[in-house]
């Protein structure tokens, strides 16, 4: 099964704006661009067993009249998730995989872990529903804790489309952490494709303002049996009341956390710039221009 819409970038739209590093199986849709395992990272046991190593995207303001936010029209969800020929490794020619495919690995654990977007359905919808739908594929996809993913990870993302209509774009480049030494667990049932948990999530969002880039690094540890609580969801939960700089890092300690380079289209000086100011947390963005957030549509989100 491949994506069920054509897809192609839009004009006016680079999601690897500014050049994430290294580039290994990319895949570059209407949504997002993404980086993922190759056969070769397969066969010599990479960490990244079935899951991207960086999803990278762009997202435009969606303002109406007076500047009010408008909320996209999405389509049903997809009951399946969509499965590409370029992936076909993590299968093919393993006795030990019966099932062709890897939806079936998250059968059954929904309930703790979700099959959790990179590049938000949300934000592609912003580009069509038709690309909304397109989100729905393995390459931008990984098994990301059920609270975190309906909570304060969905906070950031409600946070991030409130930035894209004040500063007109927003790029946003997210993946997952191993740590180096510690144990990872896996998705799936006897006979299924094994994706692997990160122990950790990380985003980065970017803006441009007065000529220059800015950015705001984020990372989200998974939850061990010991951290469950650690987020609440999103449901019931108003968005000003998520603290989303608990989360802030700098993007040279991403860096370091999980071996990739961003921002590599920079000069060094315009780097070191941006990586001093990239612990910060949230920039302020006021309520108006928040469309979806946490506790609903018409509440929370405090102004800044």
Known sequence: MELPYDSAVPAGYDHDRFDTEPKSLMFRYGPFASSYETAADDRADSPYRGVPKWVAYEMHALLGPGGRPIHPQGAKRPGK???????AFLWADKPEVSRHGIDPSY???????????????????????????????FVN?????ADMNQGDWLALENYAIAAANKYGKVWTIA???????????????????????????????????????????????QADE???????????????????????????????????RFFQKLAPA???????????????????????????????????
Request: with cysteine; charged share 20%; proline share 6%.
């Open 81 to 87: 998730w969509y499965e590409l020929r370029e992936t």
């Open 175 to 221: 993946g997952p952490v191993f740590e180096p030494g510690r144990e990872i667990d896996f998705i799936g049932a006897p006979g299924t494709v094994p994706v692997a948990i990160p122990h950790a999530l990380f985003k980065i969002l970017a803006i441009e303002v007065g000529g220059r880039v800015e950015a705001r690094a984020f990372l989200f540890p």
């Open 270 to 304: 315009e780097r070191r710039a941006l990586d001093v100011r990239s612990g910060a947390g949230p920039w302020p963005v006021e309520t108006r221009f928040y469309d979806d957030r946490c506790g609903g549509r018409g509440g929370g989100g405090e102004d800044g």
């Open 141 to 145: 996809a990984l098994p990301q804790y």
């Open 107 to 137: 059968r059954g654990f929904a309930a703790v872990w979700n099959r959790g977007h990179m590049a938000a359905r949300a934000h592609a919808n912003r580009i069509s529903w038709q690309e909304g739908c397109n989100t729905h594929v």
């Open 226 to 260: 010991d951290q469950r609580g650690l987020y609440r969801k999103c449901a019931g939960t108003p968005q000003a009341s998520y603290d989303l700089s608990a989360y802030a890092t700098t993007v040279s300690a991403l860096e370091v956390a999980t071996g990739l």
